[in-house]
Structure formats: structure tokens, C-alpha cells
T-cell receptor, first 114, second 111 residues
């Protein structure tokens, strides 16, 4: 069975641009969460979606947005990119998104903002 | 004070050594405790999962949770060069589903 997949694997953008990152959860999983991992730090929670509804949001500015599609895949959008947005963006999927459910991570998308 | 504190290391040990990795936390509402392993340029992989206090063993790995001290540990016995990675502790509470991670400890096992 395929695990969590993310695309693209890496990309380079310039300040002020917009970026869209994509995630496909494990088959049968209905919840997707997004995390940002800056070099040398642990992942930080950005969003969780379940059944196309936002279930949780971390402490990130409104430049960050996300959505989940009927097939449970998800997109993370970041507007007006800043140098500090350079990071590994991780997607995690879980079956129902409930408390304590195991979250399985994808390989991440490495974003570099110049 | 950060919610989860973890010594980033790096930690270097010879093959066969016993490794002890630790995290402390401040939020007493945390109920679910996890250890993830992350190889360079890869996503985190779940190693151990513990609910509330107690010990859990899986092969060479043992996870311990002491809620009274707000302290969790991961022990690796007979460490192997393939264990060289960054180990992240993570936790969440009953009402929330977001995982709160430590900074990660970088471990290097030399043969």
C-alpha cells in the first residue's frame, strides 16, 4: 500500500510569490494535517482537516491556507512568501483525525525562498 | 518556556551501546506520547506510541512515560549504525489532535 505522498519534492521560490503544496493521504484515511519543519527544529502544526472541514489551526499567519478535497487529498497554500517560510512542509494522514490517533507522515516538500 | 523540551545533542555512541533519549514537557493535559525517527531529508516515522503513564517495549526500543515528573524517555538497546537519525518526541492531549514536537535529538552510532 502506498503511504502518504507529497508533491513536489522540492521547489525554489522568490519572496512575494505564492506556492501550492499537495498531499495524498493513505488510502482509507480521511484526515490530513500539515506541519512546518524549519531546519534544526521539530515540526510545527499548521492545519488539520477532516472530511473537508478545518478541525484545527496552529499559530500561523493568514498567508497560510489549506483545503481538503472530496477524495481526501489536500493542498497547502502560502501567499506572499517570506524568507522565513523556507522549510520542510510535512503532510500527515490519520484515519479519523481523532485525539490520540496515529499520524503517518509523508516525505515532505522542501521549500526554499530566495 | 516551550511546551516540550528536548536536548538537540548531537549524541555519538559506539555500536552496541545503550542510548537514552529524553523529553520534558509543561502541559499536564498531554495524554498521548510518541517517538518518531527521522532520517536525513525524509519524513518522520513513528517508532513508539504510549497512552498515559507506563512503559512500552518493542524489540530493542523501550518507551517510558512519567506523568508525575512530566518526563518521557526512549531507550535503544544494542544500538546499530542504522539507528543514526534524529529522534523526535511528540505529544498531544485529549481534546486536541495537533502533535507538539520537541526539537529532536541527533544520534550517531559508529561501527
Amino acid at each position: 500500500d502506498a503511504g502518504v505522498t507529497q508533491s513536489p519534492t522540492h521547489l525554489i521560490k522568490t519572496r512575494g510569490q505564492h506556492v501550492t503544496l499537495r498531499c495524498s493521504p493513505i488510502s482509507g484515511h480521511k484526515s490530513v494535517s500539515w506541519y512546518q519543519q524549519v531546519l534544526g527544529q521539530g515540526p510545527q502544526f499548521i492545519f488539520q482537516y477532516y472530511e473537508k472541514e478545518e478541525r484545527g489551526r496552529g499559530n500561523f499567519p493568514d498567508r497560510f491556507s489549506a483545503r481538503q478535497f472530496p477524495n481526501y487529498s489536500s493542498e497547502l497554500n502560502v501567499n506572499a512568501l517570506l524568507l522565513g517560510d523556507s522549510a520542510l512542509y510535512l503532510c500527515a494522514s490519520s484515519f479519523g483525525g481523532g485525539a490520540g490517533e496515529t499520524q503517518y507522515f509523508g516525505p515532505g516538500t522542501r521549500l526554499l525562498v530566495l | 518556556q516551550k511546551e516540550v523540551e528536548q536536548d538537540p545533542g548531537p549524541l555519538s555512541v559506539p555500536e552496541g551501546a545503550i542510548v537514552s533519549l529524553n523529553c520534558t514537557y509543561s502541559n499536564s493535559a498531554f495524554q498521548y506520547f510518541m517517538w518518531y525517527r527521522q532520517y536525513s531529508r525524509k519524513g518522520p516515522e513513528l517508532l513508539m506510541y504510549t497512552y498515559s503513564s507506563g512503559n512500552k517495549e518493542d524489540g530493542r526500543f523501550t518507551a517510558q512515560v512519567d506523568k508525575s515528573s512530566k518526563y518521557i524517555s526512549l531507550f535503544i538497546r544494542d544500538s546499530q549504525p542504522s539507528d543514526s537519525a534524529t529522534y523526535l518526541c511528540a505529544m498531544s492531549h485529549q481534546a486536541g489532535t495537533a502533535l507538539i514536537f520537541g526539537k529532536g535529538t541527533t544520534l550517531s552510532v559508529s561501527s
